[in-house]
C-alpha cells in the first residue's frame, strides 16, 4: 500500500509540474523550460541522496557515455512533450505519451535482444491502433479541419514517445551497473547542460508569475522523481506500474478545470484502448516473472 500511495503521488505531481509547463508554453520555450525543469529539481535530489547517505554512490558513475546517452534521449523526450503543450489539451499529451512504454517493448526486443512473443506483439498492435485513434482527429490528412498547428503537436507527442522510449532502454543497460540515485542525479544534470544548446534560438525572460511555475516545476520534478523511486522501493514493479495511467484521470481534471479543455468522446476511447493495452502488457511481465522466479527456486544449486 505505500508503494501504490508513493506511485500514486508520483503520478500527481509529474501532471501538475506538466500543467505548470504549459501554462508558460505559449510564451517560453520548450528548451528554456527543460532548464528549469531540470537545474531547479538537482537540490531536490541532492538533498534526498543525503538524507538517504546515498550522496557519494549518487555521484559516482562507472558509465559516463551511458549516462550521456539516457541523457540526451531523454531530454529530447522532455524537450519534445513540453513544445506539445502549446498546441494540445493535457489529457491528449498524455495518453499519445502512453505509447513509450509500448514502444520499449519493441525497442527492447531489438537493441536488447529481449524475447518478445506473440502476445505482448499483439498488445502493442492494439496500443498503436488507441494511439492512432487519439492523434487522426489532429491530423490534417485525415480531418481537414485540423490545423497544422495540432498536426505538429501530435507529431511532437509521439517523437517525445519514441525518444523517451529510447532512454527507457538506456537506463535498462544502466543498471547494470549504476544504482537508481546514480541514473536520477546524472540524467537531472545531463538534461541541465543539454538545455542550453538551446539558449541561441529564442530563450526569453519570463514575467515572475510564468518564472515562478518553472522553478516550482523543476522542485516539483526532483520530489516527483524521488517518489517514484520510493515506489519501487516499497513494492513490485507489477503491483505499481499501473498506477501510470492514474495520469489520465488527473490530467482530465486539470485540463478541464485550469485550461477549459473538454476531452472528445474519440481521444478518451483511444485512451481507453492504449491503457489497456498497457495493462495487459504488465500483466504478461508479472506472469512471466513469477515463471522466472519458479524456475530459479527450481534450479539446483550451483547452476
Known amino acids: 500500500?505505500?508503494?501504490?500511495?508513493?506511485?500514486?503521488?508520483?503520478?500527481l505531481v509529474f501532471i501538475t509540474m506538466a500543467a505548470m509547463i504549459k501554462a508558460t508554453a505559449d510564451h517560453v520555450p520548450a528548451g528554456e523550460a527543460v532548464f528549469f525543469r531540470s537545474f531547479f529539481a538537482i537540490p531536490v535530489i541532492l538533498v534526498w541522496l543525503a538524507w538517504r547517505r546515498e550522496l557519494s554512490t549518487g555521484l559516482r558513475t562507472k558509465n559516463p557515455f551511458g549516462h550521456?546517452?539516457?541523457?540526451?534521449?531523454?531530454?529530447?523526450?522532455?524537450?519534445?512533450?513540453?513544445?506539445?503543450?502549446?498546441?494540445?489539451?493535457?489529457p491528449e499529451v498524455t495518453a499519445i505519451g502512453y505509447t513509450a512504454p509500448l514502444l520499449t517493448v519493441v525497442f527492447a526486443a531489438m537493441f536488447l535482444g529481449e524475447e518478445v512473443r506473440l502476445f505482448r506483439i499483439s498488445c502493442v498492435i492494439l496500443g498503436m491502433v488507441g494511439v492512432l485513434i487519439v492523434v487522426s482527429p489532429r491530423l490534417t490528412i485525415v480531418n481537414t479541419g485540423a490545423s497544422h498547428a495540432e498536426a505538429l503537436g501530435a507529431m511532437m507527442v509521439l517523437g517525445s514517445a519514441v525518444f523517451a522510449a529510447l532512454a527507457q532502454v538506456f537506463v535498462r543497460k544502466l543498471v547494470n551497473t549504476e544504482t537508481t540515485a546514480n541514473i536520477v542525479f546524472w540524467f537531472s544534470v545531463t538534461a541541465t547542460l543539454l538545455s542550453l544548446l538551446t539558449l541561441p534560438y529564442g530563450w526569453v525572460v519570463p514575467t515572475g508569475f510564468e518564472a515562478a511555475l518553472l522553478v516550482a516545476s523543476g522542485l516539483l520534478g526532483g520530489l516527483g522523481q524521488i517518489f517514484l523511486t520510493s515506489s519501487y522501493r516499497s513494492a513490485d514493479a507489477s503491483v505499481v506500474a499501473p498506477f501510470d495511467y492514474a495520469s489520465m484521470l488527473f490530467a482530465l481534471g486539470f485540463g478541464w478545470f485550469?485550461?477549459?479543455?473538454?476531452?472528445?468522446?474519440?481521444?478518451?476511447?483511444?485512451?481507453a484502448i492504449?491503457?489497456?493495452?498497457?495493462?495487459?502488457?504488465?500483466?504478461?511481465?508479472?506472469?512471466?516473472?513469477?515463471?522466472?522466479?519458479?524456475?530459479?527456486?527450481?534450479?539446483?544449486?550451483g547452476l
Do not use: C, N
Request: net charge positive.
Open 258 to 271: 485550469f485550461f477549459d479543455e473538454v476531452p472528445t468522446v474519440t481521444m478518451l476511447i483511444g485512451a
Open 1 to 11: 500500500m505505500r508503494g501504490i500511495a508513493y506511485k500514486l503521488i508520483s503520478v
Open 68 to 90: 550521456f546517452w539516457r541523457g540526451l534521449m531523454g531530454t529530447t523526450a522532455m524537450g519534445l512533450g513540453f513544445a506539445s503543450l502549446a498546441f494540445l489539451p493535457l
Open 274 to 301: 492504449v491503457i489497456f493495452a498497457g495493462v495487459l502488457i504488465i500483466w504478461r511481465e508479472r506472469a512471466l516473472g513469477l515463471e522466472r522466479a519458479r524456475q530459479r527456486k527450481a534450479m539446483p544449486p
